[in-house]
T-cell receptor
Framework: DAMVIQNPRYQVTQFGKPVTLSCSQT?????MYWYQQKSSQAPKLLFH???????NEADTPDNFQSRRPNTSFCFLDIRSPGLGDAAMYLC????????????FGQGTRLTVV | AQSVAQPEDQVNVAEGNPLTVKCTYS??????LFWYVQYPNRGLQFLLK??????LVKGSYGFEAEFNKSQTSFHLKKPSALVSDSALYFC?????????????FGQGTTLQVKP
């Protein structure tokens, strides 16, 4: 059974048109992460939540925003997508205790045209 | 700063041969180390972790990893590779600069297993 679900799996958006990616979880984890992954590179952390406490990475562009209305759901908003934002976006959840692994969704492949 | 390094972009092995994918880390304090595998256009799947205890950790699909504190390494191993093991492998460390424990990844190693 899927525990971290990302929708959609594939998203095509126009240059400059706002787009929202969604993530839901059934694990009731406090921590949720959003990563950007380009071309089989290492996933790059954009931001993460501990409950509703939002933590932005210093190098995450302002173009990227996030919302977490409740424990189960988290959204990634790209306000004005550029060609360079085309990537795989990965959502993950974790228990805040370090001795447990993070659980990843299947990812959303974003194409900007 | 916490970091993870995977020195090989690609590892090639023949089916049936043993495989090793290398990982070294740099953390302050005790490391929490993980291996994940990624198939094309998929998310990351957890393979195994080292938290404490035995240095040899066993995980999914016959994989194991050896934690070596003196060499700050956590190499992934499998005694007999399968073609279906061909994928992208990531080593990761959980870094506790805050109470959330950010997961930091190495650059990844592509494993190619040839029949």
């Amino acid at each position: 059974d899927a525990m971290v679900i990302q929708n959609p799996r594939y998203q095509v958006t126009q240059f400059g048109k706002p787009v929202t990616l969604s993530c839901s979880q059934t694990l009731n984890h406090n921590v949720m992460y959003w990563y950007q992954q380009k071309s089989s590179q290492a996933p790059k952390l954009l931001f993460h939540y501990y409950d509703k406490d939002f933590n932005n990475e210093a190098d995450t562009p302002d173009n990227f925003q996030s919302r977490r209305p409740n424990t189960s759901f988290c959204f990634l908003d790209i306000r004005s997508p550029g060609l360079g934002d085309a990537a795989m976006y990965l959502c993950a959840t974790a228990d805040p205790r370090g001795n447990t692994e993070a659980f990843f969704g299947q990812g959303t492949r974003l194409t900007v045209v | 700063a916490q970091s993870v390094a995977q020195p090989e972009d690609q590892v090639n092995v023949a089916e049936g041969n043993p495989l090793t994918v290398k990982c070294t880390y740099s953390v302050s304090g005790n490391p929490y180390l993980f291996w994940y595998v990624q198939y094309p256009n998929r998310g990351l799947q957890f393979l195994l972790k080292y938290i404490t205890g035995d240095n040899l950790v066993k995980g999914s699909y016959g994989f194991e990893a050896e934690f070596n504190k003196s060499q700050t390494s956590f190499h992934l191993k499998k005694p007999s590779a399968l073609v279906s093991d061909s994928a992208l492998y990531f080593c990761a460390v959980r870094a506790f600069s805050s109470n959330t424990g950010k997961l930091i990844f190495g650059q990844g190693t592509t494993l190619q297993v040839k029949p």
